[in-house]
């Protein structure tokens, strides 16, 4: 023992100016973390000027470095391996020698950064246990840190050291970890979230592991001495090794663990997962010349409660095709760890559902998507699109529940406190933007918060709290905010950090949410923290799926914007399409599917030259027949390239395509109608069966429906055979079978299907039907405007006379601002008026969403005749 | 004290050590000679359990070598020209810092050879010239009156006055204290005053291994003048090196000088018509010279 002392005496006496600078940092950085120096100031957090520098990240770097640097610093008598050293033909045993190194470690490292730890936690208030769990933690992260050096400079001599260390900061950041995503493609996740780069979990334990192996190298070269470059090469093998480790799943961060898999277990035991219809979206990709089918689709587990929020992800796939199996398609990156869910939760998945503790009934979300909890996976391309595949899917579900932290009322001063978290709101600032610009219907928030951040307790990791706003009057809750302003953020690595953040919610104080600037106090401002509670996994099949009829793109369909610029849409429509090069005579199906993709991308684009003016009269009067006629000639031969479209078809370009086709075929009874300018149908017929007699068959409108893409093959076949027989089925065939309708209405939830379900004599039809109803309704994201396809459950229910749905639709409508929501809002409107009453004009839809705002649920009575819902009488 | 067996070293395509086989006696100062590169500092790095020998024994203190550890090294004295010193220390700092090392450290010697090597103890050892430098080493290497006394080239890069010093000194203290020392050179000049023993090394191999007394008794220098017309004999004994004429004079080292009548015989017969010949001793470093030179030509 006194000869270590005497060798960390020796040491000390070397060491000690480099260990003044190694406290002047410690100290530095208590400073910061304190506050003492570079305070967090909420003023500058509307700032745009400037460098934004994170003070705390910065501040971890530096003291790492200087920690490194100092570890490094040995007595040159002491380093190398090549017999000049002068320790080594003294008598002091290597225990001594490395006991005495080690109380250098200890003593001079690990203790300052320690009672940093403790000084921090103390002056902040946290009791005598954090301040333990505190101290520990650093001493695990210096550890891993900073005692893989301890042996290095047996290794390194001079300025290799420096060089290592050069290495080692190169390597973490730059073309290795670009080679490991390839390899480690977890990797990308393990740093995709803040606060995570350096001493998380993952990291502090490979590096523990691989700094074992740095005595191992030494002892090594002791033995046999390495040349200069496989001494680098040793410390760069090291590098990629503990990144490949960090990124393995050997090594989990404390909040990839499942907080509770057994209640996992027993409440999805049992449990059928499904994929609803109107969820499935197919597209077609291209990777590197190999084809793949993307799926992206939302699941179910039918019954699990609320509270529980999952994020699917599909983990493997297999498709059959008339009992072969199909190649597998290249693997695509998406997430593949659970916290990445925790990721999307708190701004993207809708949380009024899952909001624990009080709340109103029926609170919807404003701004969050409902597809946001989408999964996705690459199937192969089946050879033939239109023929049925099966597809058998393996999926796992990470089910997070959500924590409420706290919560304050929202107006400047609140304060929250509780053992783990607490919060100052700072500035409320109505009508502003986060940069302090008027901005219409903004909430601009500044609040101090203060958040227990054990890495071990899984207390803040991955993400900070999240903030909400919720109207408890108008039961409307804001998700979505946009952080503004430089990160202004302490003590993340020290057990308790402080932050001050800004977030600007949008779209709060709109005409229907009932938030104005005076009532913002009456708002409560709700942090939100998601929790892992653990995964499920399943499987299920999905069978007789022609994939074609699903197919949103084909050929690389362009993505397209709606045009913004002034100017006569209509006009600007056409000289696109004149502009686009027509495909050659004789050409192929892959330049004509080219063609005709651009020809949809521009109708996207020009899309407003079919929008509705107050009247209900087109803005842009005209019509698309010189495009339909373009497109016409490619209709029979490129029928699939057609029904793709359809489903993407906002403008219905494909349904005037398929008239001008029919009626350039020449079929007999097809003739333009002068009154809608579309082909009609108009033809005496014999009667079968019936010799001599005849009957007249009308079709006022050949119609085709995206739900109904076998339709468009009718015609296809009519125009092939010149006959109009194939188009009677369509008119006045057969009747759908009741069991038929039931299929569609399973699909589409249209109305008119409901309306004429619930009229069966069969009661087992109607108990279906609202069964089947009631079901997709219960699924559906609690959202004001929902997205298109979802909204037909929410009609379907309010038609069947649910007056929560009936409440719903009315928060929905009553939340409507823009024009492009015309068409959701026909369809609500219908829910009020009768079927035969033809299409609201503007003034009404105004009206209807005035009195959206101004009625609740309670002032209308249900006609269940009708299916429709009536203002009370005695409501003015 | 060090029986070095079948010594082998080698250091990727290079062999350092080939096979050398060494005895150094107790009480006895060995010099260990040889060119730059013959394998000297391998194979006292070997012996000092610095680098691991691939094959062979080495037995220090009467033990491996291998197994040497802070009871062994408590007596070992070793000085080396390239040992790493700490620099950043003052001669006291560093005198201070050896003594618990040593559980025989003689606080009244180290006083002694402070005064003989006339060291300032407050001046760090970075600041002091190359050879104070080697005598704080040396001192430190000594006071401690090690059993073994190393020295890896000590008088490298020394002037001749303070080589001069530090060998007197040297002298007197393995004088007195009867210690063993081996002491590698590449120039014997620097050690025939301290050397009872020369061993030479070359190209990892042992040369030779003698008393300097038999060393000196063996080699002479031989002047021999010719006939006027007179040429030097194609084939000359072997044990005569590095044979030169110029003009009628032909020099050569005798490596086996028995006697003068047994020279002048030997003359006789490989040169008749010999005019006359001179024969004179040479000094150890003129050996050391013909016998490295004569190493150099086996080589080629």
Known sequence: MNLTLHHFLKEFRYLRLRWCVLLAVVLLDLGVQMEWVLPMRAAELGSVAGVTVSYDTLMRLVLWMVAWWFMLSVPPEESGNDGRGYAQTRPLSRVSYWAGRLMVWVLLVVTPLMLESAVYLWLNGRPWDEVALGMAERAWAAGSMTLWLLPLPLLLRGWERYAAIVLVVLLKESWLTSVLYVVFKELHWVYDSPQMAMECGRVVKATWLVGLLVPVVVMWHQRRPFGMLARLGVVVLLVALQHGMEASALFRNAYEKPSDPELIRRLTAGREVAIAERDRRFEQENFNGRKYILFRAHALLGGMPDEYVPFWRATSEAMMQKGKAMPAPPKGEGPRLPFQGLAYLGMHYPMAAALPGEKPDGLLSVDAQQTAQNMQISLPQPEKLEEPVSVHLGLTAEWMRVQRLGEVPLKAGARFQAPGFEIELLQVRPNEDGRGDKAYSCVTVVYRMSARCFEWRNDLMPLFPHPCILSPKNRYLWQFMVSSGSEQVRGTSLGWCHMIQQQTFHSVMTCGSGVTPKNLGEQRLVWLKPEYLGSSQHEMEMKDLKIGGYLLKRDGWPWSTPATEAGNPREAFLRQVRSLPRPAEGAGRAEIAQY???????????????????????????????????????????????????????????????????????????????????????????????????????????????????????????????????????????????????ADYAKSFDRGYLGWLMRRPDVKYREEAERLTRKAYAELPRVVHLERGFEKPLQAAVALGMPEALDWMLRDVAMREDELARGAMMQYHAMFAPQDQGQPDTKTLLKFVQDARRYSAKDYRYDAEKMIWELRPERP | MITIHDLHKRFRKTEAVAGLSLEVPEGQVTAFLGPNGAGKSTTIKCLLNLHRPDSGTITVLGGDSRKLGPAQFTQIGYVSENMELPLWMTVKQFLDYCRPLYPNWDAAFEKQLMGQFDLPPGTKLKDLSRGMRMKAALLSSLAYRPKLVVMDEPFSGLDPLVRDEFIRGLLELTGQEGWTVFVSSHDIEEVQRLADRVAIINRGKLALDETSDSLQARFRAVEVVLPDDGRAPVSLPNDWLHAEQAGRTLRFTASRFGNEEALAAALREAMPGAAHHEVRAMSLREIFVALARAYRLEGK
């Open chain 1, 596 to 742: 005709v993709a651009e020809v949809y991308a521009a109708s996207a684009v020009y899309i407003e030259r079919v929008y509705l003016g107050k009247e209900g009269e087109l803005k842009w009067p005209g019509n698309d027949r010189e495009v339909c006629l373009l497109l016409a000639p490619y209709f029979v031969e490129h029928a699939d390239v057609f029904r793709a479209a359809l489903v993407h078809d906002n403008a219905s370009l494909t349904q005037g395509v398929m008239h001008e086709a029919v009626l350039q075929a020449g079929i007999p009874g097809i003739t333009r109608s002068e009154k809608t300018g579309w082909a009609r149908y108009e033809r005496e017929v014999p009667v079968a069966g019936k010799p001599g007699q005849v009957r007249k068959r009308v079709m006022e409108m050949l119609g085709l429906a995206p739900w109904r893409p076998d339709d468009l093959d009718v015609y296809v076949n009519a125009i092939r055979r010149h006959s109009d027989e194939p188009l009677w089925p369509l008119m006045d065939g057969k009747p759908p079978s009741t069991d038929e309708v039931l």
